[in-house]
């Protein structure tokens, strides 16, 4: 009987583990497809951006001056 009541218990966990899991994983996907990242709007050009921190400028992979939150300014 103690035998049936522990893997009774151990059948439940598993089952809240696997609830649990597949919610945390439906979370990470929809919040993945709000892209509010501003280093991806087209005004802040391509490639990296490094920021100028003498002359307070942002810049892009090919030199030119982006707004200041595309280096997250």
Same mark, same amino acid.
């Given at each position: ?34 892209? +509010? ?6 005004? &802040? ?6 920021? +100028? ?17 595309? &280096?997250?300014?």
């Amino acid at each position: 009987m103690k035998r049936n009541k522990e893997t009774i218990v151990r059948y439940v966990q598993i089952a809240f583990f696997l609830f649990f899991f597949a919610g945390t994983v439906a979370i990470n996907v929809s919040c993945q497809s709000d892209d +509010d990242n501003p280093a991806n709007d087209p005004e &802040c050009g391509q490639g990296p951006k490094t920021w +100028d921190s003498k002359a307070e400028l942002c810049r892009d992979a090919n030199n030119r001056v982006v707004p200041v939150k595309c &280096c997250g300014r």
